[in-house]
Structure formats: C-alpha cells, structure tokens
C-alpha cells in the first residue's frame, strides 16, 4: 500500500494509474456526469482508499476512493469528507463504502473470491 502526503499527491498518482473519472455522490448513486454514468452500490468497487487530515484543522478530513465499474468500463476518483464534513447519506453507497472489506484493503488482505 502507498503512502502519500497530501490528498494532490494520491490523485495524481491515481490518475496516472488510469483513475481518470471525476466521480462525485449523487444520491444513491456514485455518478461520472461527463459519461452521464450513474453507478448503484453493485455496479463498482472499491480498489485502494486514502485518509487524509487537514494539516492546520483536523476537522478536515477527507478519503481519496480508487473506484472501478467493469460494467460502465470506467476506473474513477470520487473523495468524500469524514467527520464533521462527511457525506451523512443512508444508501447502499454509503454502506459500501464504509464495509468491512475497505477495512480489509486497508490492511492489504486479499478479498475472497467469488
């Protein structure tokens, strides 16, 4: 797993990586509004995360998601603020991306297959 000082170094590195979509929450969806692709919980996952502080206010603190969609053949970036910021949505968006299994990738263990 990497390690990046700010949330600019993770993007970049993500994009260069071929994370290229500009993911943004729409709902109870997870939306690239250039390809006008709006995403359910079962139509992406979730390959690395990051968490990242605020350096002069802890209170802002945002996580960097690396999202995949075999269907709609995209590979995307959506970031999300947590804590006093954080996106307060019930859907199935919201429990996929708080799942044990970010916490697993987290750690660097391996999913089970299917």
């Given amino acids: 797993m990497k390690n990046f000082e700010t949330l600019v170094d993770a993007t970049n590195d993500l ?15 997870i939306d690239d509004k250039s390809q006008d692709v709006h ?10 995360f990051y968490r990242f502080e605020g350096q002069s206010n802890p209170s802002d603190m945002s996580i960097v998601y ?8 995209l590979k995307g970036i959506l970031i999300n603020a947590y804590g006093t910021y954080a996106d307060d949505s019930s859907s199935a ?5 708080h799942h044990h299994q970010v916490s697993d990738n987290l750690h660097g263990a391996d999913r089970p297959t299917e």
């Fill in 15 to 29: 994009t260069k990586r071929g994370y290229t979509a500009n993911l943004s929450f729409g709902g109870d969806t």
């Fill in 39 to 48: 995403m359910t919980a079962d139509d992406f996952e979730i390959d690395e």
């Fill in 66 to 73: 690396a999202i995949n969609s075999p269907k709609y053949n």
């Fill in 93 to 97: 968006i919201s429990a996929k991306l």
